[in-house]
């Protein structure tokens, strides 16, 4: 027996998001783990308590009950990412716990975890690696908020998408500009085009124009250098290149429709590269999508979490926009999570944590009372141990 996984409701405002599916409910099971979920775990993904059960899942009243009963709990917002503290009282020494942890500063939940002698996980530090492909939260994620964040602009925007041409008169169609080509990027391009709107983007990592292009969109090319950092990730820009990207992007945006922003570095705030003067110039009922508002935005005068109107551009700064399509968001991170749990299992269904497995080492944060990493000790502001990994 691999032990008993638990699954709470997710309770920080907003999140409808489950971090399992009933349809991934059976691997984990052949695999030699008990599963519990708390009563209308799923209920907000659209997830039955009835389906869990009928997948071989054991419901439980309380998340006091998933913590304290299960050998492993998977999340899909734990740690920082949370804004509801797990009592120290439901942690036990050895539990496993993997989600979403926004581990990039210190967190009382991190002391928690070390104290407790919890093994956590984060998922947001899977390596974009062929193996960790089917396990990259921030990919699934990103690329259903590309896709809404497009529905929103069209919902936002005074004018439609497609070229229509009526008796009335001819209908152009709308010109949609995406900022970043990464994976919510090339998602918010598709989605674009698929409406019939006039779609280019940016990126200032060059390796993207042919992705770019493919989708039928022309990729726009302020010249500032190649900006390809580790990872698929865009390295940040020198000052110089800034503001060069800055004077030609305020001469190109004078008559676009719609801004689709998606450029984030994680860990990090959102580079500003929209401003309040590209605003101003911007046709009066324009629209700017900034996917990137969780951490600042990319534009100057987002206000995360709020649709404002200003200079008579209307901008919304959506957060967790992936959740209000919780019902596939919940799939995608589901089959996530199961993936690098499954990782853990050994042929003899016993759960391993082999900190020498590069998955294992990027993502384990605290494991045996000790950081996960010297590099993660100082980032998290967790106690460093001699002798530690």
Known sequence: MSGRIGIPLERSPGERRVALVPAHVGSLIKSGFEVCIEKGAGESSGYTDAAYQAAGAQLVPDAATV????????????????SVTIDPKWLKTGQVVIGMMDPWSPHDSFQAFQKAGVSAFSMELIPRTTRAQAMDVLSSQANLAGYKGVLLAAELLPKMFPMSMTAAGTIIPAKVFVLGAGVAGLQAIATARRLGSVVSAFDVRAAVKEQVQSLGAKFVEFDVGDASGSGGYAKELTPEQQAKQKE?????????????????????????????????????????????????????????????????????????????????????????????????????????????????????LTHQGKPGSEKLAGILGLTSIPGGN
Request: net charge neutral; charged share 20%; proline share 5%.
């Open 67 to 82: 913590w304290k009963t299960s050998d492993v709990v998977l999340t899909v917002r734990s740690g920082a990412a949370s």
């Open 248 to 364: 030609l992007m305020a001469a190109y945006v004078t008559d676009i429709d719609v801004i689709v922003s998606t450029a984030a570095i994680p860990g990090r705030p959102s580079p500003k590269l929209i401003t309040e003067a590209m605003v101003k110039s911007m046709p009066p009922g324009s629209v700017i999508v900034d996917l990137a508002s969780e951490k600042g935005g990319n534009c100057e005068l987002t206000e995360p979490g709020k649709t404002v109107v200003k200079h008579g551009v209307t901008i919304c700064g959506p957060l967790n926009i992936a959740s209000t399509v919780s019902f596939h968001a919940s799939q995608l991170y589901s089959k996530n999570i199961t993936t690098f749990l499954l990782n853990l299992v050994n042929k003899e269904k016993q759960l391993v944590i082999d900190t020498k497995d590069d998955i294992v080492a990027a993502t384990l």
